[in-house]
């Protein structure tokens, strides 16, 4: 894996930890903030419910804007979103306002559902062949991590009997950690190495075997051709469907001609 894909990856870790955290903590401090917001079960499930249905429909909408903005402009709309929505619900939870609250966690939603989906393509962009299913394993391992992170600052703030705001706050906070790791991807989406990618993209020049080898400068291009190649006589790497192409060429082996009969 080359340095600068590590640090993409790094990147789509960092930047839904804010999410990550927010969405962990409804369950633990349910007791609390219903006795905060005063509210009934009946009105905790409404509340729960109209999260999930923006959550539904956000993924939706991020695709359309994705495919508009880009990845990056659409990226950090998303994980601006998220840093909002979980600093609304630290005012509301303070102020004990539970419209506040609704409106913290529809803005949350809306950002939540579209960040994961700005990773993916991310990921789809950077990492080709048997580097994805690895790079989405270390994705899930480390969201399952940082989602751990909610219910220890819970039970930290209950046992200390501090703010109730405070792990709201926390999320916020790591948003917006979260938005300054992303502005590094801004730049590093600029930069030659995300122009090397975009010329063995699948996507743009047919199959995978057939567009890594469409740049000689493309770090992940050299990568393939230094694990499926062989040395010739002179000691050069040639592609394994080069060999063969130079073989047939010594033997006089010409490709068929294919004609077209006369109707």
């Known amino acids: 894996m080359h340095m600068v894909q590590a640090a993409v990856l790094v990147i789509v870790v960092m930047m839904s930890w ?72 630290a005012i509301a939870v303070g102020a004990r306002k539970l419209s506040i609250f609704l409106a913290g966690r529809a803005i949350y939603s809306l950002g939540g559902g579209a960040v994961f989906l700005v990773g993916e393509v991310i990921l789809l962009k950077w990492f080709k062949g048997r580097q ?17 992170s909610g219910p220890a600052t819970v039970s930290a703030v209950l046992v200390n009997n501090e703010n109730i705001t405070v792990p709201f706050w926390l999320a916020t906070g790591l948003s917006a950690f979260g938005l300054l790791c992303f502005g590094v991807y801004g730049i590093i989406h600029r930069s030659h190495y ?24 493309s770090f992940s291009s050299k990568q393939y051709i230094d694990e499926h190649s062989v040395d010739d006589c002179e000691g050069k790497k040639l592609p394994v469907f080069d060999l063969f192409s130079t073989a047939d060429s010594a033997m006089g082996i010409s490709p068929p001609s294919i004609t077209r009969s006369a109707e």
């Open 132 to 148: 994805l299913p690895v790079a989405f394993g270390c994705i899930s391992t480390m969201g399952g991590l940082m989602a751990f």
């Open 194 to 217: 995300a122009q090397d990618i975009e010329l063995v993209d699948p996507l743009a020049h047919g199959s995978d075997t057939e567009s890594e080898f469409e740049s000689a400068r």
């Open 18 to 89: 804010g999410k990550r955290m927010g969405s962990s903590l409804m369950s633990p401090l349910k007791s609390t903030l219903k006795h905060e917001l005063d509210i009934n079960n009946t009105q905790w499930a409404s509340l729960i419910s109209m999260v999930w249905v923006v959550g539904t429909i956000s993924p939706f909408i991020a695709g359309l804007l994705l495919d508009i903005m880009g990845a990056p402009l659409a990226g950090a709309v998303a994980i601006i979103l998220i840093l909002l929505g979980n600093g609304v619900c």
